[in-house]
């Protein structure tokens, strides 16, 4: 059998690490598409070249047309501008919503097959405009950043615990943004619930609601620490692990920016939630029972990016 075809459309800091951890993993053959003429090429030659060292079998190519993501079975996407210092996510949207425009085109024309995983921010509203400019089934389109707002919080409470990352699970709703919903009840150590492991002594409320707070606001602290940019390691891994869910079929539980026609009492439009990912793409969304206060600051992030949605329909006609 032939191996899975990755495209990669953007080739800046998230694209190159992308290519790099689908190679070191086989995912597959990777094609590196960004309009910088040179920087596609130039990473996937590097990458390439790493390859008898890191003992991998993968082709990776660099490439300016279209044409070259031909039949490919993923598409991540990570084309537009990212943000510095003093920019919030929605200060993008203007720029970001063109770029849409033609990789919603450039997709639907030669790899309308795929899974497309959106990255580029603000990533509740691109992730829905590509699926409009694309054409494509709803749910073969989604975007990540619940995997990386999770792993954030998971990360900060393992440090906080002394226990390992892997034996701590964290949920995280709503839109990626200032208003996204760290969902403390159902976010556990070995399956012991945060709030009970205040209870035991583990930790103070005060500690735990400082550690939301630092979720909410992980982009941000890296953009001010890097100054040039923002955050590219975690979310490549994020992004891979959600391509690696449905290139083999997983069935990983995983929370993504998936279209939302029913559940949660909202249609239309893209939020984050818990999913299935596996061979049909976003095969489910989870649907979990909220209290009053997680409904009200989920009902806060849904308002938040139904605002943006409105914004692209106010920039481009085509979207109305
Ligand atoms: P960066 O290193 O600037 O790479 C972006 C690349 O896109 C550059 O190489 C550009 O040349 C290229 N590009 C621009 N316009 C086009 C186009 N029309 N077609 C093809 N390529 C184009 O940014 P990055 O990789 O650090 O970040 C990429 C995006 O991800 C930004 O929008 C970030 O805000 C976003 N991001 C999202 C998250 C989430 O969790 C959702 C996290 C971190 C970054």
Same mark, same amino acid.
Request: aromatic share 6%.
């Given at each position: 059998?032939?191996r899975?075809k990755?495209?990669?459309?953007?080739?800046?800091?998230?694209?190159? =690490?992308?290519?790099?951890?689908?190679?070191?993993?086989?995912?597959?053959?990777?094609?590196?598409?960004?309009?910088a003429e040179?920087?596609?090429?130039?990473?996937?030659?590097?990458?390439?070249?790493?390859?008898?060292?890191?003992?991998?079998?993968?082709? +990776?190519?660099?490439?300016?047309?279209?044409?070259?993501?031909?039949?490919?079975? !993923?598409?991540?996407? =990570?084309?537009?501008?990212?943000?510095?210092?003093?920019?919030?996510?929605?200060d993008?949207?203007?720029?970001?919503l063109?770029?849409?425009?033609?990789?919603? $085109?450039?997709?639907?024309?030669?790899?309308?097959?795929?899974?497309?995983i %959106?990255?580029?921010?603000?990533?509740?509203? +691109?992730?829905?405009?590509?699926? $409009?400019?694309?054409?494509?089934?709803?749910?073969?389109? %989604?975007g990540?950043?619940?995997?990386?707002?999770?792993?954030?919080?998971?990360?900060?409470?393992?440090? $906080?615990?002394?226990?390992? +990352? @892997?034996?701590?699970?964290a949920?995280?709703? &709503? &839109?990626?943004?200032?208003?996204?919903?760290?969902l403390?009840?159902?976010?556990?150590?070995?399956?012991i619930?945060l709030p009970?492991?205040?209870?035991?002594?583990? =930790? =103070?409320?005060?500690?735990?609601?400082a550690?939301?707070?630092?979720?909410?606001?992980?982009?941000?602290?890296?953009?001010?620490?890097?100054?040039?940019?923002?955050?590219?390691?975690?979310?490549?891994?994020?992004?891979?692990?959600?391509?690696?869910?449905?290139? @083999?079929?997983?069935?990983?539980?995983?929370? %993504?920016?998936?279209?939302?026609?029913?559940?949660?009492?909202?249609?239309?439009?893209?939020?984050? !939630?818990?999913?299935?990912?596996?061979?049909g793409?976003? $095969?489910?969304? !989870?649907?979990?029972?909220?209290?009053?206060?997680?409904q009200? +600051?989920f009902?806060?992030?849904v308002?938040?990016?139904?605002?943006?949605?409105?914004?692209?329909?106010g920039?481009?006609?085509?979207?109305?």
């Amino acid at each position: 059998m032939a191996r899975p075809k990755i495209a990669l459309i953007g080739a800046g800091q998230i694209g190159g =690490t992308l290519a790099h951890l689908a190679a070191l993993k086989e995912l597959g053959d990777v094609v590196l598409f960004d309009i910088a003429e040179g920087v596609p090429e130039g990473k996937a030659l590097d990458i390439a070249e790493s390859g008898p060292s890191a003992k991998f079998d993968a082709r +990776m190519s660099g490439t300016q047309s279209y044409a070259d993501i031909a039949g490919a079975d !993923v598409c991540i996407v =990570t084309a537009g501008v990212a943000r510095k210092p003093g920019m919030s996510r929605d200060d993008l949207l203007g720029i970001n919503l063109k770029v849409m425009k033609s990789v919603g $085109e450039g997709i639907a024309a030669h790899a309308p097959d795929a899974f497309v995983i %959106c990255i580029t921010n603000p990533l509740d509203a +691109m992730v829905w405009a590509l699926r $409009e400019f694309s054409g494509l089934p709803h749910e073969k389109v %989604c975007g990540m950043a619940g995997v990386l707002d999770s792993a954030r919080f998971r990360h900060f409470l393992a440090d $906080e615990f002394d226990v390992s +990352m @892997k034996d701590v699970t964290a949920f995280v709703l &709503g &839109g990626h943004g200032d208003t996204m919903v760290p969902l403390v009840r159902y976010s556990t150590v070995a399956g012991i619930p945060l709030p009970d492991l205040v209870k035991m002594g583990w =930790t =103070t409320q005060d500690k735990l609601d400082a550690i939301v707070q630092r979720t909410r606001d992980g982009g941000a602290e890296i953009v001010g620490l890097l100054k040039t940019g923002s955050a590219f390691y975690a979310p490549a891994t994020s992004a891979i692990e959600m391509a690696e869910s449905y290139l @083999k079929d997983q069935k990983r539980v995983l929370p %993504c920016a998936a279209y939302v026609d029913g559940a949660y009492g909202l249609k239309g439009f893209y939020v984050g !939630v818990p999913t299935v990912i596996g061979a049909g793409g976003i $095969e489910r969304v !989870v649907e979990i029972s909220m209290n009053k206060d997680e409904q009200a +600051m989920f009902d806060s992030s849904v308002k938040a990016v139904k605002g943006l949605v409105t914004a692209c329909k106010g920039i481009d006609d085509s979207l109305s």
